[in-house]
């Protein structure tokens, strides 16, 4: 009956009811990933994610640059954020080298980390609509996206890989007028945003699809160590903003979102309270910075770092963002390990997508933050 | 190694000849950096600092524990790191999650030394339960044998996971495998992660894998 095989092909026995997906690797909205996914008719009985595919071992590359050098490549895993992946890679290399950090240039570091984590809060919104097919949802914050990317291109000079802030403050101080510039565009917003609440999160649409769906409890979401936006949506009141501030956060008047659902829902629902959260941050921080002053601390010429170890992180658009540098008497890092929020909520994927509707992964899969080329390095 | 060091001191012998030839001139060079803001100054060296008492308090209770199956140091405020042999990593770990209140992994990274043939693997242990510890990472390190030649999964390079005790080092384990070909034992998924399946080469993230042209 059945012809035979050539030698060392082997044909899968095909289950009569599960069936295998790949999801991916090409993706539409961020970079590129595969979900391995196994379904009975429409619900999700596996998923084993395969990411990888935007592996450029950029820790590899840090320990052939020096201190100075890594700057622009350490930025490339998440353009969209590339003042909070550069920060505790900043604050590291400061506490390595002991340079300390002139007051004017903590508050601008602030100010370019909190309009850089609109950017990325805007375009993760936007590709949120796109996957739940809200083409308006796609349209206003990629729109809205503009202003931020206006005020850190003057900032920096660069729309999306600034390089702004370096191991000693910033690259340049802020151009004139800046200030009035800021305060106005971040007013507009904060009425711009109160919008979103009517045509997306109080749209049935939104609601019929990720209220109730995937659901993570607050001891999961502990034992299983997830950080950022979907810690604070199953209830654990834990931002490194607050618990362990750094430069001057500590000074500025704001507050930790947290929801207790733990489903989709909430946590799509938290980055967008985070943008109302980061707007008093930098209202707050244009009144209380001073205005004139030094911006950075020199470095010496090929500083070296001593036989030392650290590990600094910060809260970045998508949790906790950690560098571990090991240094040894040389120009060059020893060994840099970055640690990140995407990685370490991959860990969600096949737990919270077991047994759900075929349907709702896509919120499930976006509403975890995950951003591939980030989790990849 | 020996034309590495060779470069490193040239720069400072032209200096010595150059502050000789015109020693001058030499304030007013300093001078000029002061105000540029540039410091000349030495390296900060690692110097012993008084522990604070939270921290002394934790090490304390580790230490009168384990006793000298371990060692504790103090890096900086808030980081503590616990050295200990891999056989007893397991109940190092147990200990600390139990009684410490350490509850997640944040990272699992290897530091791959050639020159004493080991590789060492860092575990940064954070806390979301206990609101005393929010501000601390508790670095715990191991070291293991390291191979010339790496065969990962059947050589000597093995230790026991600590994914019974911290769930979330799942997918950072798995990374370490692939990257230093450190194997461990009871991890129930030591396949492949970020690199490719037809990957062929030795685990890339060690010394002796040298990036193409450099």
């Not at chain 1, 590359?61 to 890594?70: G, P």
């Not at chain 2, 590495?4 to 000849?17: C, F, G, H, R, V």
């Amino acid at each position: 009956m059945t012809t035979p095989l050539p030698p060392g092909i082997q044909l899968e026995k095909v289950d009569d009811r599960i069936m295998t997906l790949n999801v991916g690797p090409q993706h539409p909205g961020s970079g590129h990933m595969r979900l391995i996914i196994k379904v009975d008719g429409d619900y999700i009985v596996s998923c084993d994610p395969d990411p990888g595919y935007v592996h450029r071992g950029e820790e590899k590359m840090a320990e052939y640059r020096n201190y100075v050098q890594n700057i622009p490549h350490l930025e490339r895993p998440v353009i969209h954020d590339s003042c909070n992946i550069l920060y505790p890679y900043c604050l590291a290399v400061e506490e390595l080298l002991g340079i300390e950090v002139p007051e004017r240039a903590k508050y601008i570091r602030v100010i370019a980390s909190e309009l850089n984590r609109c950017v990325y809060t805007l375009y993760w919104l936007a590709i949120y609509g796109i996957f739940l097919g809200h083409s308006t949802m796609f349209m206003w914050p990629a729109g809205d996206r503009e202003l931020f990317i206006d005020l850190l291109e003057a900032m920096s000079g660069a729309r999306v890989t600034h390089a702004y802030l370096v191991p000693g403050g910033i690259r340049n101080d802020l151009p004139a007028n800046f200030e009035e510039r800021c305060l106005r565009q971040v007013d507009y917003f904060e009425k711009r945003l109160k919008e979103y609440q009517a045509i997306f999160y109080k749209n049935p649409l939104l609601i019929s699809r990720t209220e109730g769906t995937g659901i993570l409890s607050r001891t999961d979401a502990i034992r299983l160590g997830t950080t950022g936006s979907v810690l604070r949506a199953s209830g654990v009141d834990f931002d490194l903003r607050k618990k362990e501030p750094y430069d001057v956060y500590e000074n500025l008047d704001f507050e930790t979102v947290v929801r207790k659902e733990g489903d989709s829902y909430a946590r799509s629902y938290i980055p967008y309270l985070e943008m109302f959260e980061s707007c008093r941050i930098i209202k707050d921080a244009i009144r209380k910075m001073p205005k004139s002053g030094s911006v950075r601390t020199k470095l010496k010429p090929n500083p070296k770092g001593g036989n030392d170890e650290v590990y600094k992180r910060v809260e970045s658009g998508r949790g906790s963002l950690g560098y571990y540098i090991v240094s040894n008497n040389r120009p060059e890092p020893y060994r840099v390990k970055i640690s990140v929020g995407s990685f370490r909520n991959l860990i969600c994927m096949p737990y919270l997508l077991k047994g759900e509707l075929l349907g709702n992964m896509p919120s499930v899969y976006w509403g975890l933050n995950y951003w591939p080329v980030e989790a990849d390095r | 190694m020996g034309s590495e060091t060779e470069k490193d001191e040239q720069p400072s012998e032209t200096a010595a000849i150059s502050e000789d030839a015109e020693s001058v001139s030499k304030d007013e060079t300093k001078k000029s950096h002061e105000e540029q803001g540039i410091d000349f100054s030495p390296d900060s060296s690692v110097h012993p600092k008084p522990i604070p008492e939270f921290e002394k308090s934790i090490s304390d209770k580790i230490a009168s524990k384990f006793g000298s199956k371990i060692n504790v140091d103090y890096v900086r405020s808030s980081r503590i790191r616990i050295s200990t042999k891999k056989e007893d990593i397991l109940d190092v770990a147990f200990f600390i999650r139990d009684e410490l209140g350490y509850d997640h992994a944040e990272s699992v990274s290897g530091v791959d030394y050639p020159d004493s043939k080991e590789i060492e693997v860092v575990y940064h242990l954070g806390s979301y339960t206990d609101d005393k510890l929010a501000t601390h990472v508790l670095t715990l390190a191991t070291r293991v044998p390291r191979e010339e030649i790496p065969n990962p999964g059947k050589d000597s390079t093995r230790m026991t996971s600590l994914r019974e005790v911290f769930y979330s080092v799942e997918f950072h384990e798995r990374e370490c495998f692939e990257m230093f070909g450190v194997y461990f034992e009871g991890h129930p998924d030591n396949r492949r992660l970020l690199l490719p399946e037809d990957w062929a080469d030795i685990p890339p993230f060690r010394k002796d894998f040298k990036i193409k042209g450099r």
